[in-house]
């Protein structure tokens, strides 16, 4: 099982295994919470945005494929995929 793993400075990381794929944005160090932070996804790309007081911004995250399903859990947003 040969597993790639990325991480930035933006607190996101990507692991593809196999066939599969996992997009970890991890925004529990900031002032916000699951309210202030929106995720849409379009195509192979997801657009996070966090609109907290203090905190405003919006980046794009490349995705490896389109399809791809969006969870959250404490801070963390998850989006995964398969190829």
């Not at 996992?22 to 916000?32: E, G, H, Y």
């Amino acid at each position: 099982m040969d597993a790639l793993t990325e991480r930035s400075p933006l607190h996101v990381s990507r692991t593809e295994q196999d066939d599969d794929w996992t997009v970890v944005v991890d925004f529990s160090s900031l002032p916000a919470t699951a309210d202030h932070v929106t995720v849409e996804l379009v195509g192979s790309e997801a657009v996070v945005a966090v609109d907290a007081p203090g905190r405003q911004t919006e980046f794009d995250v490349d995705l490896p494929s389109p399809g791809a399903v969006e969870t959250r859990r404490n801070g963390v947003v998850t989006i995964t995929g398969g190829n």
